[in-house]
């Protein structure tokens, strides 16, 4: 089992930074790529950036030059940090930990709100 504990979410104007940390315990080895998706209220779950365990990124187009993805492998955590952001990335940010065939970990969401 893996377990993660997602914190940093919060308020903000638009143009401003917030940086997630997502922390993952339990059987850490089985995890392969780590990642965060989103959802807005009506939409559906969108993935946002994912880094790999050889610290390979991906990032979604509409994030590309404004969020950074990456991870501390000594404190197995793994963090977003967004910046430039606008209205429209409000929604409530989820850690993913993709474990191959085993079932993916998820962390409970936590909420980001830019205002404009």
């Known amino acids: 089992q893996v377990q993660l504990v997602e914190s940093g979410g919060g308020l903000v104007q638009a143009g401003g930074s917030l940086r997630l940390s997502c922390e993952a315990s339990?059987?850490?080895?089985?995890?392969?790529?780590m990642g965060w998706y989103r959802q807005a209220p009506g939409k559906q779950r969108e993935l946002v950036a994912t880094i790999s365990k050889g610290g390979s990124t991906n990032l979604a187009d509409s994030v590309k030059g404004r969020f950074t993805i990456s991870r501390a492998n000594a404190k197995n955590t793994v963090y977003l940090q967004m910046n430039s952001l606008k209205p429209e990335d409000t929604a409530v940010y989820y850690c993913n930990a993709d474990r191959g065939l085993l079932l993916a970990a998820w962390g409970q969401g936590t909420q980001v709100t830019v205002t404009s």
């Open positions: 339990g059987t850490i080895s089985t995890i392969n790529a």
